[in-house]
T-cell receptor, first 111, second 113 residues
Framework: GENVEQHPSTLSVQEGDSAVIKCTYS??????FPWYKQELGKRPQLIID?????GEKKDQRIAVTLNKTAKHFSLHITETQPEDSAVYFCAARAAGNKLTFGGGTRVLVKP | DAGITQSPRHKVTETGTPVTLRCHQT?????MYWYRQDPGHGLRLIHY???????DKGEVSDGYSVSRSKTEDFLLTLESATSSQTSVYFC????????????FGSGTRLTVV
């Protein structure tokens, strides 16, 4: 089955700096890659996703890039703010299958 | 809210007792999933359902069973709870099989003592 590795497990950045989280996946058939944000004590919520026919997608301060050849994808957060502090999860879905999640990255934005 | 509720929100139970967690949705989505969340492991799939009476195992299904007798309800049962099942359990729903548009419930924090 699919295996998703996520790095780093924790990330501390200064407010205003950029944050980058990287994920690799194992199943070359995977074609959908969502990112979820989970604030303390809350449910995971979808913040951005990308499909395999697209190399990059941007939504305001967040962007996701996908390299299918290398089987990795990344989340970029620019101009970080304290409210960006949360745990972020990447996930991958192979055709006709379920989402497999990475282990999560705890992001702390220091004011 | 998000059209999906989990109950109870918190539960403490003793080792060896049966426990049932409930996921209820008002979105009429066909697909429902149970995940557990543990530090360092992310979200791991326990069981999922493609429709009424149509369920299948995920990657960590041992010790768990599920039932779905109605579209809106997906029950997760721990037949005989163990300390290793202490975790936060999340239910998710999706309008299609391929996982697009997962919506998660608020979670159930289960402690087995």
């Amino acid at each position: 089955g699919e295996n998703v590795e996520q790095h780093p497990s924790t990330l501390s950045v200064q407010e205003g700096d950029s944050a980058v989280i990287k994920c690799t996946y194992s199943d070359s058939a995977s074609n959908y890659f969502p990112w979820y944000k989970q604030e303390l004590g809350k449910r995971p919520q979808l913040i951005i996703d990308i499909r395999s026919n697209v190399g990059e997608k941007k939504d305001q301060r967040i962007a996701v890039t996908l390299n299918k050849t290398a089987k990795h994808f990344s989340l970029h957060i620019t101009e970080t703010q304290p409210e960006d502090s949360a745990v972020y999860f990447c996930a991958a879905r192979a055709a006709g299958n379920k989402l497999t999640f990475g282990g999560g990255t705890r992001v702390l934005v220091k004011p | 809210d998000a059209g999906i509720t989990q109950s109870p929100r918190h539960k403490v139970t003793e080792t060896g007792t049966p426990v049932t967690l409930r996921c209820h949705q008002t979105e009429n989505h066909r697909y429902m999933y149970w995940y557990r969340q543990d530090p360092g492991h992310g979200l791991r799939l326990i069981h999922y359902s493609y429709g009424v009476k149509d369920t299948d195992k995920g990657e960590v299904s041992d010790g768990y069973s599920v039932s779905r007798s109605k579209t809106e309800d997906f029950l997760l049962t721990l037949e005989s709870a163990t300390s290793s099942q202490t975790s936060v359990y999340f239910c998710a729903i999706s309008p299609d099989r391929d996982g697009y548009g997962y919506t998660f419930g608020s979670g159930t924090r289960l402690t087995v003592v």
